[in-house]
């Protein structure tokens, strides 16, 4: 079974900067994509970001430059180094991870970007 832990949420300024982190737990086999998630009040949950095992990353529009992922395949965990914050960045962020044909979500972790 494969368990997803994300952290790294919380409150911070706009202009501010967060690092979230995903720890994959159980059958970590095979993990050829990692990713990002958001999701906003009201709006549907839409990529923030995706890294592939050779390390291949694409971003939304919306966060490049200012977002970077990576991923550290011994400790199976993903990062998301979220800097120049914006309130509409405010969203849960979900881990997501895709094992051969399977696809496995986190529980959620919430920013929320506000002076």
């Known amino acids: 079974q494969v368990q997803l832990v994300e952290s790294g949420g919380g409150l911070v300024q706009p202009g501010g900067s967060l690092r979230l982190s995903c720890i994959v737990s159980?059958?970590?086999?095979?993990?050829?994509?990692m990713g990002w998630y958001r999701q906003a009040p009201g709006k549907q949950r839409e990529l923030v970001a995706a890294i592939l095992r050779g390390g291949n990353a694409n971003y939304a529009d919306s966060v490049k430059g200012r977002f970077t992922i990576s991923r550290d395949n011994a400790k199976n965990t993903v990062y998301l180094q979220m800097n120049s914050l914006k309130p509409e960045d405010t969203a849960v962020y979900y881990c997501?991870?895709?094992?051969?044909?399977?696809?496995?979500w986190g529980q959620g972790t919430q920013v929320t970007v506000s002076s």
């Open positions: 159980g059958s970590t086999r095979s993990i050829n994509l």
């Open positions: 997501l991870i895709v094992q051969t044909t399977l696809d496995y």
